[in-house]
């Protein structure tokens, strides 16, 4: 019987909304409309002409919903109406950004009703994020240096409330901030971060930057939507998360401790687009690879019918015919898999799907992945914005709230992940090791043995050129000093452009590196096989999962990511 699972749902884009604004509002209902209005009629108004191009183009596919998402820090007032405000839309979403650890936080609210209210709103947030994992108290016991703190952590909210948003909806009266962390600090940190910015405010609604910000990162809505789009059928995704649940719930002898509720949910909220991610990238990486191996034979090849063409003129047409029909060919091979993205999807999908393995068995273990952070010197090849950071929190928000591991599960599924996924891991990094040696092995024989090959020849060459058949030779003489001097000539045309070839493959399929890579993974996972033995305790056991998925897979398929985002097919 096959793995029962659900249908795919479209991962939808969503305009983030970020909010700064007054505590204290006069008539909090007549913002609450102004800001709806402001959803309904401005938003999308201040982006570019070609970013609301392909936002009513995708609209009109029907393929990826758009909708919104609230970046809230959920204080008294503005941040609670526009939280309000926003969650009226259909199918948006909320997140919660806290200053303070929450103890703390509540704290700040005056009244029994405001804490309920923040309540109320805050469990709509899936992954409620805490800038702060540590209590005032804990770092300060002087009430002076306590407000510095919490002055400081204001400001802090405020900035990743920019930094996450595409939009900033200011709650403002325009005046200046009456203490650091205020709305006009926020307000101008928008603007010189290059982010639109709605003042909403006595009525009226005005953008004080709408001629200076770049707008909303309209790559993301077409990676989402190239990914929603791509023709995977539904019996595809069946037979690959068929597999894909022998694998995780029948194979590994500690699969019994996984519950049935688990593994109901996971099959239905993670498989679907684990099958879909992990397709679409096996599909393009072997497309890319088969254009890499296509390009640089018959680029060899190419020069080979020049050369005949040159050498024996009985063979000009041809060997120049071929060879023009071969680079024709070159050239509209690499053409189409550019226009089709070939390499980037294969990357960026394979990059979800790795993210998605590892949300699986966090899930199945009950413990929450932290948020996917890019360092700063990942800049040029990933951003927090990519398609890939959006649709997994877009993935991980279908799942229902997890409960952590218990005590009684705590030991079985330690066993579980130490065999369905840092045993496999370390297999996969041993064979891919073994795997990317052994071919870069057999590519530098050849080239050695090219290279070799050229060298006597040219030596052997330069021995015919300097020693002439003398007069009154037989003509049978002449004519094998002839063909030599040919043939010699064509393999010192061929043989260099064909080792150029062996080289362009070498660094194209990058054997060298992804093979130490392989060997320092499969190293790392053993050392943490051996740390996660230890681990007799759900937290501690918690905080090694953690670990383990950020500092160890998250950090090796980012890196992964930097390697291969520029390696190109160049037809030598």
């Known amino acids: 019987m096959g793995t029962q699972l659900a249908d795919f749902e479209p991962i939808p884009y969503r305009i983030r909304i970020g909010v700064t604004g007054h505590r204290r509002l006069a008539d909090p209902a007549a913002i609450e409309a102004l800001v709806r209005n402001a959803i309904d009629g ?54 919660a950004v806290l200053p303070l ?47 510095d ?16 948003c595409d939009v900033l909806i200011a709650v403002w009266d325009g005046e200046p901030s009456r203490g650091r962390g205020g709305t006009a600090e926020t307000v101008e940190y928008a603007i010189r971060q290059h982010r639109r910015v709605i003042q909403v405010w006595d009525g009226k609604i005005t953008s004080p930057n709408r001629d200076r910000s770049d707008g909303l ?40 401790a996984i519950p049935g509720a688990v593994r109901e949910f996971v099959t239905r909220c993670l498989f679907p687009y684990y099958a879909q991610a992990s397709i679409i990238a096996k599909k393009n990486q072997d497309r890319y690879y088969q254009v890499g191996r296509i390009t640089y034979a018959l680029s060899a ?10 050498l024996f003129r009985s063979l000009a047409v041809a060997g120049f015919g071929t060879e023009l029909i071969l680079m024709i060919f070159i050239l509209v091979t690499l053409r189409r898999a550019q226009d089709k993205q070939v ?17 699986v068995f966090m899930a199945i273990c009950g413990v ?49 992940v130490g065999e369905a996924w840092i045993k496999d891991q370390r297999d996969y990094h041993e064979k891919k090791e073994a795997d990317e040696g052994r071919l870069l092995r057999h590519l530098e024989t050849a080239s050695s043995i090219v290279l070799r090959v050229t060298v006597a020849a040219a030596a052997l060459h330069l021995l015919l050129v300097l020693w002439e058949p003398p007069p009154g030779a037989l003509e049978l003489v002449n004519q094998v000093h002839h063909g030599l001097h040919q043939w010699l000539a064509f393999i010192a045309l061929l043989f260099p452009t064909i080792a150029a070839s062996l080289a362009g493959m070498i660094a194209h399929r990058e054997h060298l ?16 096989g051996e740390q996660l033995e230890f681990a007799k305790s759900p937290k501690e056991f918690e905080e090694l999962l953690q670990q383990l998925d950020e500092e160890i897979m998250l950090r090796e398929t980012q890196d992964w990511l930097m390697l291969m985002r520029y390696v190109e097919i160049k037809a030598s």
């Open 42 to 95: 401005v938003v999308e108004s201040l982006f570019p002409a070609e970013s609301k191009r392909i936002i009513d183009r995708v609209r009109q596919q029907g393929t990826t919903p758009i909708s919104f998402r609230v970046l809230s820090p959920l204080a008294e007032g503005s941040d609670r109406v526009v939280a309000r405000a926003v969650l009226g839309c259909p199918n948006a979403r909320l997140d």
């Open 101 to 147: 650890v929450l103890e703390d936080y509540l704290a700040d609210f005056a009244s029994e009703e405001s804490r309920k209210e923040f309540e109320e709103l805050f469990s709509r947030s899936r992954r409620p994020v805490s800038l702060r994992t540590r209590r005032i108290e804990d770092d300060r016991h002087d009430p002076g240096d306590q407000a």
């Open 149 to 164: 703190l919490r002055r400081e952590a204001y400001t802090k909210v405020g900035q990743y409330v920019v930094d996450h």
């Open 217 to 256: 990162e309209i790559s993301t809505l077409e990676g989402i939507d190239r990914f929603n789009r791509m023709p995977v059928t539904p019996a595809q995704r069946a037979k690959y998360a068929d597999n894909l649940s022998r694998d995780l719930f029948e194979k590994p002898k500690a699969a019994g």
């Open 301 to 310: 090849a190419a020069v080979g019918c020049a050369a005949l063409g040159v």
């Open 343 to 359: 390499h980037e999807t294969w990357i960026e999908n394979r990059y979800l799907t790795e993210r998605i393995r590892c949300g």
């Open 368 to 416: 929450e992945p932290k948020p996917i952070m890019v360092p700063l010197y990942m800049g040029h090849s990933q951003t927090a914005n990519d398609w890939t950071v959006r649709a997994f929190d877009e993935i991980w928000d279908r799942l229902p709230p997890l409960a952590g591991c218990k005590q009684e599960q705590c030991e079985a599924l330690n066993a579980f």
């Open 513 to 528: 590196r992804l093979e130490k890579r392989s060997d320092n993974m499969s190293a790392q996972l053993s050392r943490f």
